[in-house]
C-alpha cells in the first residue's frame, strides 16, 4: 500500500520540525555556553591585568614580597587562561550556534515554504530533506560538546518561550 502524497508531505513535515528542535536546543545551549565562557575569560584576564599594573608599582617600591605574591597570582590567573581558554571555547560555541540557528531557519523555510510549493516532486522534497539531515549530523560532529548546564539552561528558556518568534506565537494563541 502506497502512501497518499499527503502522508508523504506529513512526515516530510514531521521530520524537518524534528531537526528543526534539535537545532533550537543546539543553537540556543551553545549560545549560552558562549556567554558562560565570555565571563570566565574576563574572570581570569581582567584581574590578571589590573593586578598586574599593582605588581609594577611594587616592585619599585619597598614592598617587594607584596609584588612577588601578586606576579604568583597573576602565573596562576594566565597559567589558567593559556589551559582553558575561554575565548577560543567562546568563538567556537558562538560559530556552532550560529551554524545550528541557520539550520534551524532552513528547516523552517522547508517545512512552511518549500513543502507547500506545488510541482515539487517527492524525491526532490525526500532529497532535500535528506539534505537538511546531513547538514545536522555534520554539525553535531564538527561542534563543541554541549556542557551540560547548557543544555538545561536552553531547555528552561525554551520551555519559557524566548525562542518563539512573535508571528509564531500568534499562530498558537489562535488556532
Known amino acids: 500500500m502506497t502512501e497518499s502524497p499527503i502522508d508523504v508531505l506529513e512526515n516530510l513535515r514531521a521530520e524537518a520540525a524534528r531537526i528543526e528542535e534539535d537545532?533550537?536546543?543546539n543553537s540556543q545551549g551553545h549560545f549560552i555556553a558562549t556567554?558562560?565562557?565570555?565571563?570566565?575569560?574576563?574572570?581570569?584576564?581582567?584581574?590578571?591585568?589590573?593586578?598586574?599594573?599593582?605588581?609594577?608599582?611594587?616592585?619599585?617600591?619597598?614592598?617587594?614580597v607584596t609584588a612577588g605574591v601578586l606576579s604568583i597570582i597573576i602565573?596562576?590567573?594566565?597559567?589558567?587562561?593559556?589551559?582553558?581558554?575561554?575565548?577560543?571555547?567562546?568563538?567556537?560555541?558562538k560559530g556552532a550556534g550560529e551554524k545550528f540557528a541557520a539550520l534551524r531557519q532552513a528547516c523552517r523555510i522547508?517545512?512552511?515554504?518549500?513543502?507547500?510549493?506545488?510541482?515539487?516532486?517527492?524525491?526532490?522534497?525526500?532529497?532535500?530533506?535528506?539534505?537538511l539531515a546531513d547538514?545536522?549530523?555534520?554539525?553535531?560532529?564538527?561542534?563543541?560538546r554541549l556542557p551540560d548546564f547548557a543544555y538545561l539552561e536552553a531547555k528552561r528558556h525554551?520551555?519559557?518561550?524566548?525562542?518563539?518568534?512573535?508571528?509564531?506565537?500568534?499562530?498558537?494563541?489562535?488556532?
Request: net charge positive; with cysteine; charged share 25%.
Open 110 to 131: 522547508y517545512a512552511d515554504v518549500e513543502l507547500l510549493t506545488t510541482g515539487r516532486s517527492r524525491q526532490s522534497l525526500a532529497d532535500r530533506l535528506i539534505a
Open 135 to 144: 547538514r545536522k549530523n555534520e554539525l553535531n560532529t564538527d561542534s563543541p
Open 35 to 64: 556567554r558562560r565562557w565570555e565571563v570566565i575569560e574576563y574572570l581570569l584576564d581582567l584581574p590578571a591585568v589590573l593586578l598586574s599594573a599593582f605588581a609594577a608599582f611594587f616592585a619599585f617600591t619597598n614592598y617587594a
Open 158 to 175: 525554551i520551555t519559557e518561550g524566548r525562542t518563539v518568534h512573535d508571528v509564531d506565537q500568534r499562530k498558537m494563541t489562535r488556532g
Open 75 to 93: 602565573l596562576l590567573l594566565t597559567t589558567a587562561s593559556l589551559f582553558l581558554k575561554p575565548a577560543e571555547r567562546s568563538l567556537r560555541h
Open 23 to 25: 537545532c533550537t536546543y
